[in-house]
């Protein structure tokens, strides 16, 4: 049992760039969220979803994207990467109704 | 609008003392408050978490104690050991039938236990 796995663990972008960070979980949990985490701002919101086909905004959605095609994958995509999106990406994952949030190990996310 | 405000930012406890991070919430529609625990290079775990109808949960030698009247919660380790030397963040959510059933975190706080 895996648990939550993000891919890459580590990545770095020139500005302008697009990418995919891939989130799948092994628990058959409804809700999938995004979070990131910069120094001193703890996690913040990205997007979540409660289910395939369904998601909805964050604290801090602009310049990302999601989808949720299966219960299982929830990807992150970054249209055109800019500075400010530096960061660590987190994806957590929890069943409906219920807690906890079982979080993956994060990707780091360079920006240049 | 900081929804959930955490304090210290860091602290520095030595071995066998007690560290206590407290946490003060606006939102009185919150009714689930849990405490995450983050080790470098690793995603944040649950660590304990309560609801507003008690005052106090123990695990171990964690515990949170809830002021409902005073919107404020803290998490208390006592014997604090040098492998609890990592990051902690408390959280507060909505009622789970609700729309907005999402974890609003604090900025953290960075503990060092010395040896």
């Known amino acids: 049992n895996a648990g939550v796995t993000q891919t890459p663990k580590f990545q770095v972008l020139k500005t302008g760039q697009s990418m995919t960070l891939q989130c799948a979980q092994d628990?058959?949990?409804?809700?999938m969220s995004w979070y990131r985490q910069d120094p001193g701002m703890g996690l913040r919101l990205i997007h979540y979803?409660?289910?395939?086909?369904?998601?909805d905004q964050g604290e801090v959605p602009n310049g990302y994207n999601v989808s949720r095609s299966t219960t299982e994958d929830f990807p992150l995509r970054l249209l055109s990467a800019a500075p400010s999106q530096t960061s660590v990406y987190f994806c957590?994952?929890?069943?409906?109704?219920?807690?906890?949030?079982?979080f993956g190990d994060g990707t780091r996310l360079s920006i240049l | 609008q900081q929804q959930v405000k955490q304090s210290p930012q860091s602290l520095i406890v030595q071995k066998g003392g007690i560290s206590i991070i407290n946490c003060a919430y606006e939102?009185?529609?919150?009714?689930?408050f849990p405490w995450y625990q983050q080790f470098p290079g690793k995603g944040p775990a649950l660590l304990i978490a309560?609801?507003?109808?008690?005052s106090e949960k123990k695990e171990g030698r964690f515990t949170i104690s809830f002021n409902k009247s005073a919107k404020q919660f803290s998490l208390h380790i006592m014997d604090s050991q040098p492998g609890d030397s990592a990051t902690y963040f408390c959280?507060?959510?909505?009622?789970?039938?609700?729309?907005?059933?999402?974890?609003?975190f604090g900025k953290g706080t960075l503990l060092t236990v010395n040896p």
């Open positions: 957590a994952s929890r069943r409906a109704g219920g807690q906890p949030q079982h």
């Open positions: 628990m058959n949990h409804e809700y």
């Open positions: 979803s409660v289910g395939a086909g369904i998601t």
């Open positions: 939102n009185t529609a919150f009714d689930y």
């Open positions: 309560i609801r507003p109808d008690v």
């Open positions: 959280a507060a959510s909505r009622p789970r039938g609700g729309s907005n059933y999402k974890l609003t």
